[in-house]
């Protein structure tokens, strides 16, 4: 362009010298003016150029990572842009960059002042403060993180201020936490119903913004402080307490009866091995005389007498050794020999002299 103008102004400044003549002492007659014809290639290709550069300048665009791009085309979504270089028609595209990635983060029942070290916060008991289901006041500081799910969604359902937009999405996610803990009473929200309660919030914060199409996703809700008010913490600190003392009885309690029953089990079981091993025994033992008593019988066919004297003699086995045996002539003397008072004595019987 420039070189084009510089052309332009020194064809002027050379055809107005032209047009002066001075003979030394008036203007003399102008001679008649030469048309030149107009170079017009010169000019085509450099509109073609600032075209050019115009397109390029205006139609590659790029979308940062973590982003994409939600294209528009004549007012309507034509595309959705990744990451890297792209290309949109100069005018009639326009591109808005959505961070997809991003979590936000809204606190509600205090704001951060200061992140710090040490970080120093700002009260808000209007968002805090809950009523539960028994009709008690709860004081709930809790965060609620989100991101961009559906960029397209999340451009064209919401208000495109970004305050407008994040007062929606944060009066949705607290009216529903107000809902969750309006169904449960105080003692299960202090205690056994926090996680409970942040999930259920979790999803039907959820549920109502995809009812709306707002392309937001819900990542957590948190709970950083539940407390009950001031006037009855104390009162609830001594609750708690007495609730920690009654839980930490009950495990001593278990840990007793776990020992008592595992014992009582170990010793149930052993004497019940000890049965069987005592009914396999004696099972055994029937079953080994019962057939020794049916591989006698065809030996008491062919000859009874040799079976029955080593029947005979088997039992003397067993009945001698308990037997006292005194072997004495017959001499007169023999009843002041052997102390027959004591065989007496052992066997019950009176003694030949009449005593016991």
């Known amino acids: 362009m420039r070189n084009l103008f510089e052309e332009l102004l020194?064809?002027?400044?050379?055809?107005?010298?032209?047009?002066?003549?001075?003979?030394?002492?008036?203007?003399?007659?102008?001679?008649?003016?030469?048309?030149?014809?107009?170079?017009?290639?010169?000019l085509k290709y450099a509109v073609l150029l600032i075209v050019a550069a115009l397109v390029a300048y205006q139609g590659f665009y790029i979308v940062p990572a973590g982003s994409r791009g939600v294209v528009f085309r004549l007012g309507r979504v034509s595309g959705v842009a990744d990451q890297g270089i792209n290309f949109k028609l100069p005018v009639i595209d326009l591109v808005t960059i959505v961070n997809t990635e991003q979590i936000q983060r809204f606190e509600y029942g205090y704001r951060t002042v200061n992140p710090g070290p040490p970080a120093t916060f700002a009260d808000r008991p209007d968002e805090s403060k809950m009523l539960t289901g028994d009709n008690k006041i709860v004081e709930i500081d809790w965060v609620l993180q989100?991101?961009?799910?559906?960029?397209?969604?999340?451009?064209?359902?919401?208000?495109?201020?970004?305050a407008y937009r994040e007062k929606m999405i944060r009066d949705i996610a607290e009216s529903t936490l107000r809902e969750v803990i309006a169904s449960r009473e105080l003692d299960d929200v202090l205690t056994t119903e926090k996680e409970a309660s942040q999930t259920e919030a979790k999803k039907l914060i959820q549920e109502k913004l995809d009812l709306l199409k707002t392309g937001v996703f819900i990542v957590a809700?948190?709970?950083?402080?539940?407390?009950?008010?001031k006037a009855v913490q104390a009162a609830f600190s001594e609750i708690n307490t007495a609730r920690a003392e009654r839980e930490r009885m009950i495990l001593e309690a278990d840990k007793y009866s776990n020992e008592i029953l595992s014992r009582a089990e170990g010793e149930a079981d052993k004497l019940l091995n000890e049965a069987e091993a005592y009914k396999f025994r004696r099972i055994s033992l029937a079953e080994g005389e019962a057939a020794r008593i049916s591989s006698l019988q065809d030996a008491y066919r062919e000859n009874p007498d040799l079976v029955l004297n080593n029947?005979?003699?088997?039992?003397?086995?067993?009945?001698?050794?308990?037997?006292?045996?005194?072997?004495?002539?017959?001499?007169?003397?023999a009843l002041q020999v052997l102390p027959l008072d004591q065989f007496f004595k052992s066997a019950g019987a009176a003694s030949p002299d009449g005593k016991q």
Not at 14 to 26: I, L, S
């Open 146 to 162: 989100f991101q961009a799910g559906d960029p397209v969604s999340f451009v064209v359902n919401l208000p495109e201020d970004r």
């Open 221 to 229: 809700v948190q709970f950083q402080d539940v407390t009950p008010p």
């Open 10 to 42: 020194g064809m002027l400044e050379k055809g107005a010298r032209k047009e002066q003549r001075f003979d030394g002492e008036e203007w003399g007659t102008p001679p008649p003016r030469e048309r030149k014809k107009l170079n017009l290639g010169f």
């Open 311 to 333: 029947l005979w003699l088997e039992n003397m086995e067993k009945i001698w050794p308990q037997m006292k045996v005194f072997i004495i002539d017959a001499g007169e003397n």
